[in-house]
């Protein structure tokens, strides 16, 4: 069974850093790209990041202005997102997703076929 | 960036209706389009890849289609679990984008 198992969400002061990580299970970690998406409380999903199985290819939201970085260690199953300088509209549920793979892809990305349960992240004083 | 953009943001309807959500892109996509299902406090569930494919367990009920542009997601008889929101996104070009969403209300 796929199971994605996000943590380090919390209270953080404005400006202040957090990392959030990812635990993976039930797949083969090391063959998928992945992805955060996050959710302000009461609004829309908002594609943050993602990574190719590899880490060769990194992709970040524009809007994120290089505040954020995703990385993964395929020896320990774990997908992170290190979150810098972070402001009030930070403040979200941050979802781990799985990238599917063929047949599910595009020739640059993929749906995302299983999803963690969420870590909220509060950004406030 | 693409733009998604859905319609309706919010959807009144009954059990056994009939329902189809709209979704735009800002320049073609193909058929590289997901669209997935959300309920209040829980992770978005996937239904359907590359417009039209039926993902795994998914009820044959929900139906894709479209291409290019214009995309829609059908249900064909509207049952009580399927009362949620539903996002479409896409998945040809980063950044990926989703649209704002549809909430499909009781009548």
Redesign the interface.
Known sequence: EVQLVESGGGLVKPGGSLRLSCAASGFSFSDCSMAWVRQAPGKGLEWVSAISSSSRHIYHADSLKGRFTISRDNAKNSLYLQMNSLRAEDTAVYYCARLGLSPYCSTTSCPADYWGQGTLVIVSS | ?IQMTQSPSTLSASVGDRVTISCRASQSI?N?L?W?Q?KPGK????LI??AS?L?SGVPSRFSGGGSGTEFTLTISSLQPDDFATY?C?Q???????????TKVEIK
Not at chain 2, 43 to 46: D, F, G, R, V
Not at chain 2, 91 to 101: A, E, K, V
């Open positions: 960036d193909s590289w997901a997935y959300q992770a978005p569930k996937l890849y590359k494919s993902e996002y996104q998945f040809n070009t980063y950044p990926l984008t989703f649209g704002g969403g």
